[in-house]
């Protein structure tokens, strides 16, 4: 297989030392800016990674590592697989992920075929994690970036084994010190940039107000209740609450509650004491599994639901094609239906699925 890669680079120091270090590896690469959204899409018109800024910090990049550079527009393909499961997931009453839902689609889905139409064979990223071919199993596997503050194995755990195959993290046995400071020797322009920290297209964190822009509509306000069904207070509008949420309740009350569920055909949010939040045990849906085609058995895997969650003693069970039951050894707080549960088998990903 010939050694031509197309790096996706967003404009940060990360993929631009992606981009650095397979020349260095003696690839052939060409650059690509994926065009996920226009700003007016992102309802926030500054400090979004997506901007003409981030795409210019690119193009400086390749222009001085002496690579063609393109920009991509996949504009459509995020709107529909990205930004609309994000709004209709919220309004299900769940919790999405769109790192998550981006990766599979756009970034190791459309942005791979894409490269395999140019005649390209891998597709490079700056995400901080590995990839291992285990020749007894025939597989490929997704590993833990030896960086553990900055590891992204949880967002990539739905790849699949054809895009495993074809796909390049080079800064998976790097810190992300390290990579900073070759970046500041090779004079790159974007060197010492933030990183991002929040939803590219929600990047002021005002998920509900994203929310109804995009559908130019207003959530009702409704009933704050407890587990009895005794009316609270009022809520402003089902969407602006999460699993688990004390703060920003707007209730006076004798002692601290907690969101428990969301009644969406009814308009209520349900509170509870924190206790109540503490579960052993939870369903999944749409697995992905990686290190495994299929789990015979029940198997001991260390599991977490959030992406900075530190991970857990669980056992794991398929209990059919698309299903799988995770019964954590200590209670767990709140599970929030449409978030991920992503397994480890030490530094490898066995898989994961969404939580119901």
């Known amino acids: 297989m010939n050694k031509k890669v197309l790096v996706g680079m967003s404009g940060g120091v990360d993929s631009s ?18 065009h996920f959204f226009d700003n007016d899409d992102a309802f926030i018109k500054d400090k979004t990674c997506c901007s003409l800024e981030d795409t210019n910090d690119a193009r400086d990049v390749a222009y001085k590592l002496g690579i063609p550079f393109y920009v991509f527009n996949f504009k459509d ?9 994000f709004v209709q997931t919220y309004i299900n009453g769940a919790t999405p992920n769109p790192c998550i839902e981006c990766n599979k689609h756009l970034k190791f889905g459309k942005l791979l075929r894409r490269a395999f139409e140019i005649g390209y064979d891998y597709v ?63 004079g790159f322009v974007n060197a010492k940039k933030h990183d991002s920290q929040d939803i590219c297209f929600v990047p002021d964190g005002d998920y509900a107000a994203f929310i109804e822009n995009h559908l130019g509509k207003k959530f009702e306000t409704g009933d704050f209740v407890d587990l009895e069904g005794k009316v609270l207070g009022k809520h402003k509008g089902i969407i602006r609450y999460t699993i688990g949420q004390r703060r920003g309740l707007g209730l006076a009350l004798p002692a601290p509650l907690y969101v428990y569920k969301k009644d969406i055909e009814n308009n209520r949010v349900i509170l509870s004491c924190e206790e109540k939040l503490f579960s052993k045990s939870l369903d999944a849906c ?39 039951h995770v019964e954590f050894d200590e209670p767990q707080r709140a599970f929030a239906k449409g978030q991920a549960v992503v397994l480890y088998d030490g530094d490898y990903v066995v898989g994961g699925a969404t939580i119901m």
């Open 17 to 34: 030392m992606c981009a650095y270090l397979l020349l260095k590896d003696g690839y052939e690469a060409i650059g690509v800016n994926c």
């Open 77 to 85: 393909e995020f709107k529909e697989k990205v930004i609309e499961n």
């Open 124 to 186: 490079a990223t700056g995400h901080y994690a590995r990839i291992d071919f285990d020749e007894t199993s025939g597989r490929y596997l997704l590993r833990k970036g030896i960086d553990e503050t900055k590891d992204q194995s949880y967002v990539l755990y739905n790849l699949t084994q054809q895009q495993l195959k074809h796909t390049i993290f080079p800064l998976g046995k790097y810190h992300k010190t390290e990579i900073r400071e070759m970046a500041q020797e090779l």
């Open 286 to 324: 749409d697995i992905n599994l990686i290190k495994y085609e299929k789990l015979e058995r029940p198997i001991r895997v260390k599991a977490k639901v959030r992406y900075k969650q530190a991970e857990q003693w669980a056992t794991v069970t398929q209990t059919d094609e698309n299903h799988i």
